[in-house]
């Protein structure tokens, strides 16, 4: 007998164990493979996302890894909101982010989650999303640290949930908040000693 998949508990597995499988595609490790640009474990910082392949010197592959660590974070939040609704999407989109910090093919080693969370943003709430994004984009340009700016962004985004709605799923960017602060616990030290790299310079920092 073929199990029930419309019964919920089911439902909430399938769709936190898929966007974990999204979350886990190591986007920039698969488009530097195939652009000829090499192993990002050994250029740079070692990360997987878009600012280390940045580093390659490729800015189309840096562009493309964006997009698609975005993309994971929407698609998973908007695949399960229009079959389960907003405790399934946010689910989905938690498990999306821990997929991309913890990814299966890389023995749980993953990047820090800046652009998978933006991607979960704008799939919750639009305008949220959008002031998170240009909240990046503004801190970014004073600073020109990209650590920098992806930790106010995040803390910021929960209130952008707040103000902006849904407010229900503040809670959720708050805890991604966190993890991304806790994963960005390096580059916070190098922030206050003032060795941060900057953006457009190439580094080693991670």
Known sequence: MLPDLTSPPLMLLLAALGGYLLGSIPSGMVLARMMGLGNLRKIGSGNIGATNVLR????????????????????????????????????????????????L?????????VATFLGIMLALGLPAGLATAATWLVLAAIFRISSAAALGAAALAPVWLWLLGPIDAA?????????????????IARLISGTETRIGKR????
């Open 56 to 103: 390659t010197g490729n800015k189309m592959a840096a562009l493309l890894t964006l997009v698609f660590d975005i993309g994971k974070g929407a698609l998973a939040v908007g695949i399960t909101a229009g079959l389960g609704g907003t405790d399934m999407a946010e689910l989905a989109g938690l498990c999306a982010f821990l997929g991309h910090l913890f990814p």
């Open 105 to 113: 093919w890389l023995g749980f080693r993953g990047g820090k989650g």
């Open 203 to 206: 580094g080693q920092n991670k």
């Open 171 to 187: 809670a959720l960017a708050a805890l991604m908040a966190i993890l991304i602060w806790i994963r960005h616990k390096d580059n």
